[in-house]
């Protein structure tokens, strides 16, 4: 199981570890390059060990892309993860709306930016096969188009996280049906990954797939706005 306080080179060498023994000797040698690349990479370096694996499509160069993005983002240690699953674990009103706001894509110059990168990165994460990146990269996405919302609410601008209870006013004015896009993409990441992180095998994170398991009880996973509306009236109570 994948939480916060597991060491975050574990988690970022989930997938690739593994994807060496069916890629050839060439496409290994790049992933395996890229990886020792990663290991001693910072947020301004990290970007270069991705782009060691370009033109490869095997999981292991998409478990680079989803890894050197996050560190890119500002994960380069285990303590963003930490701080984001404490505050997921706190057992407060507003537990769920903190960790958004700390997984929350934020370092780039606009808000637009960091959406597409963190679209970008839970694309990447959703083609490595490993339930605990998928279910980070939705969780980095959903919770940036989350951030764009509460911000167009507030006048916050790019460089900071909405707090837990501008996430929390976002969250209601996606219910109330004032952004139908919104809904539609959290709702398509959500779906995405959903059966693969939570109800295939044992759950990549189980305090997060109770949340989507309550959440999406009855309802069609392959209707994206109707998955968005479920789990944003869930987060919302």
Same mark, same amino acid.
């Given at each position: 199981?994948?939480?916060?306080?597991?060491?975050?080179?574990a988690?970022?060498?989930?997938?690739?570890?593994?994807?060496?023994?069916?890629?050839?000797?060439?496409?290994?040698?790049?992933?395996g390059?890229?990886?020792?690349?990663?290991?001693?990479?910072?947020?301004?370096?990290?970007?270069?060990?991705?782009?060691?694996?370009?033109?490869?499509e095997?999981?292991?160069?998409?478990?680079?892309?989803?890894?050197?993005?996050?560190?890119?983002?500002?994960?380069?240690?285990?303590?963003?993860?930490?701080?984001?699953?404490?505050?997921?674990?706190?057992?407060?009103?507003?537990?769920?709306?903190?960790?958004?706001?700390?997984?929350?894509?934020?370092?780039?110059?606009?808000?637009?930016?960091?959406?597409?990168?963190?679209?970008?990165?839970?694309?990447?994460?959703?083609?490595?096969?490993?339930?605990?990146?998928?279910?980070?990269?939705?969780?980095?996405?959903?919770?940036?188009?989350?951030?764009?919302?509460?911000?167009?609410? !507030?006048?916050?601008? %790019? #460089? +900071? /996280?909405?707090?837990?209870?501008?996430?929390? $006013?976002?969250?209601?004015? =996606? &219910?109330?049906?004032?952004?139908?896009?919104?809904?539609q993409?959290?709702?398509?990441?959500?779906?995405?990954?959903?059966? !693969?992180?939570?109800? %295939? #095998? +044992? /759950?990549?994170?189980?305090?997060?797939?109770? $949340?989507?398991?309550?959440? =999406? &009880?009855?309802?069609?996973?392959?209707?994206?706005?109707?998955?968005?509306?479920?789990?944003?009236?869930?987060?919302?109570?």
């Amino acid at each position: 199981m994948i939480n916060g306080r597991r060491n975050l080179a574990a988690i970022f060498i989930l997938t690739a570890t593994t994807a060496l023994v069916s890629c050839g000797k060439k496409d290994a040698d790049k992933i395996g390059e890229a990886q020792l690349c990663l290991d001693k990479a910072t947020q301004t370096t990290a970007a270069e060990c991705k782009a060691m694996v370009d033109g490869i499509e095997k999981t292991g160069a998409y478990a680079i892309r989803c890894s050197a993005n996050f560190m890119t983002e500002g994960f380069t240690q285990s303590a963003r993860f930490k701080q984001a699953f404490d505050a997921f674990d706190n057992n407060s009103p507003n537990n769920t709306e903190a960790f958004m706001s700390v997984m929350t894509f934020k370092n780039l110059t606009t808000i637009d930016a960091n959406v597409s990168f963190a679209n970008e990165t839970f694309e990447y994460c959703a083609k490595t096969g490993s339930k605990g990146l998928m279910l980070l990269g939705t969780m980095a996405s959903t919770s940036t188009t989350l951030s764009k919302v509460a911000n167009s609410l !507030t006048g916050g601008t %790019s #460089g +900071s /996280a909405p707090d837990a209870t501008q996430i929390n $006013q976002a969250l209601n004015d =996606l &219910k109330n049906g004032n952004n139908p896009a919104a809904v539609q993409a959290i709702g398509s990441v959500v779906s995405s990954t959903y059966a !693969t992180s939570c109800q %295939s #095998g +044992s /759950a990549s994170n189980q305090s997060i797939c109770e $949340q989507l398991d309550d959440a =999406l &009880k009855g309802v069609d996973l392959n209707d994206p706005a109707a998955v968005g509306a479920a789990v944003i009236a869930k987060w919302a109570n």
